[in-house]
């Protein structure tokens, strides 16, 4: 039973850029939720899609966008990059939006900003 | 504003020496309180979920509990591959967003 799998496993970009980074969820799963997560930190809540659409979203500015695909897998893009985008980013899959079903984690893609 | 604080930040154990992480909230409209591990380089690993003040949940040597306010997360007898970061996050009544602390590095010496 595949887990859910990012792509790529690191990035290395420079300030200005533009960035798409890609996630697969679990078998069985159809909601995806995006973190940010800094070092030392706990992650972050960018923003949640289902049935193709963004359901939720946290406090991050409009240079983060995402979509989700007719086979659950989505993509997060990063507009005019910021040194401070430097993150691991987190995908996490679960059944159903509500949040009452446990999220399962990818193991990220480490963006770094030079 | 809602928020998550887990203490120690770093906890540092020798082999069969049992403690606790301790999360604590202040959020209205609890949903669900989740522990995770996450380990160097990957990402966070689903441990439990607790839903209601009572309630506990037991994994090989974890056990979870959560009240009103805070979870704790007890670990008996610890082995060095429990050492590992320590998460907890809280769902709300307001969809699916997991609101996370800042987490508890927990080393496990032999």
């Known amino acids: 039973d595949a887990g859910v799998t990012q792509s790529p496993t690191h990035l290395i970009k420079t300030r200005g850029q533009q960035v798409t980074l890609r996630c697969s969820p679990k078998?069985?799963?159809?909601?995806v939720s995006w973190y940010q997560q800094a070092l030392g930190q706990g992650p972050q809540f960018i923003f949640q899609?289902?049935?193709?659409?963004?359901?939720q979203r946290g406090n991050f500015p409009d240079r983060f966008s995402g979509h989700q695909f007719p086979n659950y897998s989505s993509e997060l893009n990063v507009n005019a990059l910021l040194l401070g985008d430097s993150a691991l980013y987190l995908c996490?899959?679960?059944?159903?939006?509500?949040?009452?079903?446990?999220?399962?984690f990818g193991d990220g893609t480490r963006l770094s900003i030079l | 504003e809602d928020q998550v604080t887990q203490s120690p930040e770093a906890l540092r154990l020798q082999e069969g020496e049992s403690s606790s992480l301790n999360c604590s909230y202040t959020?209205?409209?609890?949903?669900?309180l989740f522990w995770y591990r996450q380990d160097p380089g990957k990402g966070p690993e689903f441990l439990f979920t607790?839903?209601?003040a009572g309630e506990e949940k037991e994994k090989e040597r974890l056990k979870a509990t959560l009240t009103k306010k805070e979870s704790f997360l007890y670990i008996t007898a610890p082995k060095p591959e429990d050492s590992a970061t320590y998460l907890c996050?809280?769902?709300?009544?307001?969809?699916?967003?997991?609101?996370f602390g800042q987490g508890t590095e927990l080393s496990v010496k032999p």
């Open positions: 899609y289902y049935e193709e659409e963004e359901r």
């Open positions: 959020v209205s409209g609890l949903r669900g």
């Open positions: 078998s069985g799963h159809d909601t």
């Open positions: 607790l839903y209601s």
């Open positions: 996050a809280v769902n709300l009544n307001q969809g699916g967003k997991l609101i």
């Open positions: 996490a899959s679960s059944l159903g939006p509500g949040g009452n079903q446990p999220q399962h």
